[in-house]
């Protein structure tokens, strides 16, 4: 049985299905993530700001905004003025 | 010659042992006991090995005092070193006055292994003492 | 200067206490506490006074009293060192140090001489029934007249002694200085917590039994009110009748409810008892039981056939006025809203 | 001169890149004369690091690198192998502390400590220029270790080092051996007592042929370095021969005169000049006292075992390595400190221990019955005022067991712990638990409060002002107040000034780090293990015992070590030998040979240690330490130099 | 051989070490440098176990990076070690002295590791983003991913429950390490002596609701704060994951679930008091305005320089108060209140801070005791790997030839773990020499 170096996903999904929790789970990280970085594409904002506009509850603001910091989508900037909150902007094609 | 320089602090090159000062420089780092950042040190095996000619080049090069932090009694190499190392102080302060150095510009004390404190002491009044506009 | 007594916890010990000294002051108990507060911070205090055993300082402190015993405080000690099973001990303790007989003490501490006394006043009862032939018409009189006689003494020489001397222990000896008009503005905290054990309701745990207890006060305070001076056991009125019936069931299905639970201990409060606690209980739920079934037989026209069963409510009810009223845990009704009462005052004063 | 240089300047993880700003470095280091590459990294010493350092030497044929971090003193070894990993002579490597001396010491100065550390970088690259490529010095290593001080520590440090091939010479002062567990009864993780848990040590020590043990013997002269240490050992004679008759020795003990103060049991006891410490105590044969012998002779007349003419022996080994094990000394309370030594029933933890000991139905102290007994903790240790600032760490858990045993042996005793916080680590919290449930009271003092000790009306009491009860002032009427007393270094500093070992803020013998190097000195070659270093329970002892076994016998297991170059080199033209030299080298490494008719000096690299005393004494400058020449010193100088 | 072992690869060893924390890499080198072969086997995709992704370490303040890397790469290097990381021991059997029967079983990475560069292309493109175990769950990772930046094996590796198949990592991977098609590895190792050293499990303060942490977000336990605090830390700074706010006012509960009988815990564990100070220390530097109290029982400061460190904290201002917290409430800002009862003052108190650290307590790890098949692996009453001559062989256990080091036979220090990791190589040691003599 050759299987062809770098193709091999395609073996292994035959045997082993995706379970559908990962495929939701993959689509609402997608729709949040493409949703915070629409809320940010003009303006820097706070997660306090950004949990209002996406109606998120901010502990999830925080994590996945972190990740997307993580990832390198978004770079955070000055802070506010009372020293409390970060504010978070877009990182322009990953390179700052 | 200092009497030019225009930057803030006075330039120290400390000579420490290897065993016992440099590890309690480090600690004075670790312990966050602040000293000034122009004090600069060099470590060797034990300070009775420390040659005239090197303290020499140094204040004529640009440093404003030289500190040797001494191993005193705990030298690895012997009892000898403490002795030792003070006539090397005082042939070198004999060269200073020759050149017409102010001797005071050398200083010697007794490091120990965790003396992080006395050695911060010192060289900040080392610091004081080549700061006063008479040196 | 306080001198610590280290048998202190000896003694305590016989009041039921065990496992205090585990204690290691964390203060976790009177954090957890609902009912501490800044004034009054418990149980640990007296956790600490038990196990230092500086009497002086438990006698003259209130704290007992203000615990409902939710058991909180013990479940989540992390030495496991009961402090709600201490503050059950110091209200028993409390409870001998206020009374002047010295019968408290000695019921709490010796089961022996408690069933002893149960055992004597029993015999008396049954030979004052011989006395009397056993004629039902004048042991219904004798009892009925017992409970008005046994109320009036119980109440004049030993609680009320009681309640003094407790007032000069923890107000008097203390230097709290107070009007009469304090005392007076705070009687309606008295009645308050005497009726309605609202502070109880602070406790943490579920209402549930606090209801219980509520209803089971109205109805044991309403039922001794019915059978003393509406004479429930000869009255005719249909209405009494029927309050005695409702007032009788609901005792022993409550208490019915509290014995199971000291049987399963399937809550803290109910995993640790001391017999006094089972005296209280049972006798309370015998009582109710009984005096329903008296009255029972009294309406089925049986009971002139079963004195036996007015016998035994003449007994317990006998060994319930004499005994647990007096000297068990029936004073901790008392002491309680009277602690209340107090506490007011102290607060007033300052 | 090496004209390819790499440099590496760790963030440190923010340790450094938090005040120094390291971009800024390797900016102004770039294009420093012979720096072919300049780099920052997240952790120098992380192993896709190394790996990285190791393909950039590989790939661009450096010829030298300077890494910038953390102090030589944790990882001069770790990038030493890098190099000789890709291939480069580890001492064209040069270390630039930028961190212990840089963002740490100066972290309240951010362009101070970027400043210097530029300055530390250059004067690294201007060594690493004129570094050249050196051979470590070989030399053979004895296959013997040993092991100073016969506790429990020295014994199983002495048995594994035996059981892993070496050879043993176990030194112990006392003429028993044992230490101070030997003084214990229980001891409270296991049922073993002291006595017990030494026994045992001692039987094995014996089974094993490879160790010898010289008891009575003290460590008198030592010369040479790691691998070859000369060590002198002074033994001092038992003043018995090796039968003796249990009879005889009875009465040999019966006559003699002198009476002396018993320090197994802490003084509380007197003892003969003739003495052992227990029935059974190893070795099996008692021992003369000659400090306090009167020399009456009374004994050698009633025991002939006794030999009054035997000699000091001095004995003379060499080993590859020493391992320290001599233990603590209990904190000696001062006159009148919580009335210790001024009344007559304050005792110290020890004595205590010694007295439970010794007292079988009934707990007396000077023929009186003791009930309450007050203890009184961190009695020399977490000194407010004094100068021991540390935990002495066993001590909690040792009171509080002997308090339970005390409890359970005796009756109606009622113990009192006054205590300044009990830390009872780990699964000793159950001790504290158990006692507390036997109803013992604990009360503890504020720091600067400590419960007073007074006499009043021929009573003991002991005050408090207590936490636990909220500042509240109470007393205790005690019939003996126990001094909790921790551990202090031993007194006698004797091993400790012979072999230089450093001593720590606690004056106990520190170690080269505690993490990476738990077990070793800076002085090559010596380990120490046990209280010595520190306080320890008799477990962690036995783990570092066990540690510095296994530090020790890798130095001798294979025979040969190789040591630094950093030896002292004769500039053969310039020496017109004046035998300066030689009388101020310590290890008489120099001698003097003759070069074409002329005497000059020379320098016996296995024996110099590179110290350099010889270098400031030559009038001709005709000696340098190899690695430290002056061009050395003087270019390192040239680049720290100020606004160049 | 039956017909059905053949699949397994049969390794030889002089020492099997199970764990690969600073303890079982201290015994492994150990060995290894005396030239005994060496088998590490870890559960996680990494050596270094806790504490390399602890912060700084106390009460020297070394970063814990500083020491664990160097080590962890002189393991991984050595010629005389082989690691298997990711592989569990299943099965050990003792079939006489010196001869240790072990089943081990790899699961698959789905990478190929020598391969791997690290360059985290994979990473980059894979669309998944789930819980980062590595970082307590406060951020997320892919599902193609390199545990952390300072991993030894620095490699990537698949989270296969997470991933989608998609193969995008495959193609964006530059040297073709990453293989879908591998399978468990079966392992049967020879060896001649045993080392345990499976560490610690931290405890989970889900089992005291009353303190709130998983309801309340600005609560978090110590382990997530030390990942804060490390250099390969999640967020860029110091944030409550509540709301993303820099905290000023920070609170500590000591002895969560330890010391607790309540949770079944009795014991202390030896090592929250000095890592909770080491924390505010840190958090003092980090955050400069930042309150730091400290909510303590007894401070148990008793290793070397630990007294010393505490009295350093107390000087910098962090504060420290004598009362168990009883309990926590949250307010509508995410602050939190707790009660407790101030000791010293015999009141009870309620104070408000911006976030909660709960100071875990070390609980055992205690898989390790099933594995052993004929013959049984004693534990302590505290379900810690029983020492059957704790005074005078810390490191022996109930079988002969098994020895443990670190934390795995309690709670205690990392200093005295690498103490106990070199006791433990001893002791393998004496027992190896015995088996060739």
Known sequence: MEIEKGKTAKYLKEKRPVPKEVTEQLKSFTKTKKAILNALKEVHKTIPELAMELNMPKEDVVYQLMSLVKYGQVAPDDIDDMDEYFYYKIKSNGKN | MALGNVTSSPKILVFSTEKISDPAIDMAGLLKLHYPPTVYTLPVPCSSAI????????????????????????????????????????????????????????????????????????????????????? | MARINPEFSDELKKYGAFDANACYNCGNCTAVCTLSDEDNSFPRKMVRYSVLGLEGEIQASLDPWLCYY????????????????????????????????????????????????????????????????????????????????????????????????????????????????TYFTCLRDLLVHMFTQKRALGCDDNQFRWFEHFILVLGYLSLLFTTVFLDWFSTQSMFIIVLGYFE???????TFDFVRRRIQKDHEISKHSHSSDWFFVVWLFLMGLFSFLVRLFIDLNVLQQNMWLFMLQLIVLVQWALLIVPFGKWTHFLYRSFAMYFQEIKLAAN | MNKKIGVYICHCGGNISDYVDVEKVRQSVESEAGVLLSKTTLFACADSNQQEMVDDIKDQHLDGIVVASCSPKLHLLTFRAVAERAGLNKYNYVHANIREQGSWAHSDNKPGATEKAIKL????????????????????SVKAVAVIGAGVAGMRAAIELAEAGSEVFLIEREFFVGGRVSQWDDLCITPETGKELVTRLYDEVMKHKHVTLFTGAELAEYSGSVGNFSLKVKVTPRHFKLQCDPGALKKAIEVCPVEVPDEFNFNITMRKAIYHNYPSEYPQLPAIDMKNCTRCGACEKVCDSIDLSQKEEIINLKVGSVLVATGFDPYEPKPGEFGYGEMDNVVTLPQFKRIVHYCVDKLTYKGKEIKNIAYIYCVGSRQVDGENKYCSRYCCTSNIHTAITVKKKYKNIHNFHFNRGIRTYGKAEVWYDESSRL??????????????????????????????????????VADLVVLVTGMVPRKDNSIGSLLKIPRGRDKFFNEIHMKLRPVETVIDGVTIAGAGQGPKNIMESMNSALAAATKSFSLVASGALELEPTVAKVDTSACSWCGKCEEACPFSAIDRVGQNGNSIAHVNASVCKGCGMCLPVCPENALDLIGLSDVDMESMIDALIPNI | MIMEETKKKILEYDALVVGGGIAGGE?????????????????????????????????????????????????????????????????????????????????????????????????????????????????????????????????????????TLCGACERACPTKCIDFTQTEEEYLVKARSVVVATGFNLFDPLKIPRYGYGRFKNIITSMQMERQLAPTRPFNTILR????????NIAYVLCTGSRDKSVGNPICSQVC??????????????????????????????????????????????????????????????????????????????????????????????????????????????????????????????????????????PMDIPDSILSGGAASAETTSYLRRGTL
């Open chain 4, 121 to 140: 970088v250059k004067s690294a690259i201007a060594k690493v220029r004129n570094a050249e490529a050196l051979e470590p010095v070989k030399v053979e």
């Open chain 4, 439 to 476: 109803g013992d009271i604990y009360l503890q003092s504020f720091e600067h409060d400590p419960p007073v000790v007074e006499n009043r009306n021929g009573q003991t009491i002991v005050k408090i002002k207590d936490v636990l009860t909220a500042d509240k002032e109470l007393e205790v």
């Open chain 3, 70 to 181: 939710c058991g909180e405080c013990s479940t989540t000690c992390p030495r496991e060192a009961n402090p709600g099973e201490l503050m059950m001990s110091l209200r028993r303790w409390l409870t001998a140090q206020y009374d002047w007989t010295g019968f408290s003490g000695l019921l709490y501490k010796s089961l022996g001489a408690s069933v002893t006394g149960f055992l004597v006043l029993a015999l008396a009862v049954i030979a004052f029934g011989f006395s009397m032939d056993f004629r039902m018409a004048d042991l219904l009189h004798y009892g009925h007249y017992f409970e008005m006689g046994a109320i009036a003494l119980v109440a004049s020489v030993i609680l009320l002694p009681n309640i003094i001397h407790m007032w000069y222990q923890t107000v008097r000896k203390p230097g709290t200085e107070a009007g009469l008009k």
């Open chain 5, 27 to 163: 015994s492994a080198l150990n060995l290894a440098n005396l030239g005994y072969q060496v088998l590490l086997v870890e559960k996680d995709l990494t050596i270094g176990g806790k504490m390399i992704m602890l912060s700084k370490v106390f009460p020297t303040l070394d970063c814990a990076a500083c020491i664990t890397t160097p080590k962890v790469s002189e393991i991984a290097r050595h010629k005389n070690i082989t690691i298997l990381t990711g592989a569990e021991v299943k099965k050990i059997n003792k079939l006489g002295e010196h001869r240790f029967e072990v089943d081990v079983l790899q699961k698959p990475r789905y990478v190929h590791v020598a391969d791997c560069t690290g360059c985290q292309l994979c990473e980059d493109v894979c669309p998944v983003s789930v819980s980062d175990q590595y970082q307590y769950g406060m951020v997320g990772r892919k599902a193609a991913y390199i545990p952390f930046s300072i991993a030894s094996p620095r490699a990537a590796a698949i989270d296969i429950e997470n991933c």
């Open chain 2, 51 to 135: 040659k005239p000619r090197w303290i020499l080049h140094a204040l004529e090069q640009g440093f404003d005092g030289v500190f040797i932090a001494a191993d005193g009694t705990d030298c690895p190499y012997g009892e000898s070193c403490t002795e030792k190392t003070g006539a090397i102080v005082s042939m070198t302060q004999q060269m200073m006055k020759e050149k017409g150095m102010d001797p005071a510009r050398l200083k010697m004390a007794a490091i120990c292994s965790v003396c992080s404190e006395p050695f911060v002491r010192h060289v900040k009044s080392f610091t004081e003492y080549l700061s006063k506009p008479s040196n």
């Open chain 3, 248 to 254: 009788s069931a609901v005792i022993f299905v409550v």
């Open chain 5, 241 to 248: 994951p509540g709301d993303g706010k820099l905290p000023d």
């Open chain 5, 273 to 410: 008091c000095m890592y909770s100070i080491k924390q505010a220390q840190l958090l003092m530097g980090a955050l400069p305005m930042a309150d730091i109290t400290i909510y303590y029982l007894h401070i148990r400061a008793f290793g070397k320089g630990f007294n010393e460190f505490y009295a350093q904290a107390q000087d910098m201002g962090v504060e420290f108060i004598k009362g168990k917290v009883g309990k926590i409430s949250e307010k509508e800002n995410g602050n939190l209140i707790l009660r407790y009862e101030d000791i010293e003052a015999g009141v009870v108190k309620e104070a408000e801070h911006d976030m909660v650290v709960l100071s875990v307590g070390i609980l055992p790890n205690q898989g390790i005791a099933d594995v052993f098949e004929n013959e049984k692996l004693e534990l302590d009453p505290f379900n810690f790997v029983q020492q059957s001559d704790m005074l005078a062989s810390p490191a022996k256990t109930s079988i002969d030839g098994v020895f443990v080091a670190g934390t795995a036979s309690g």
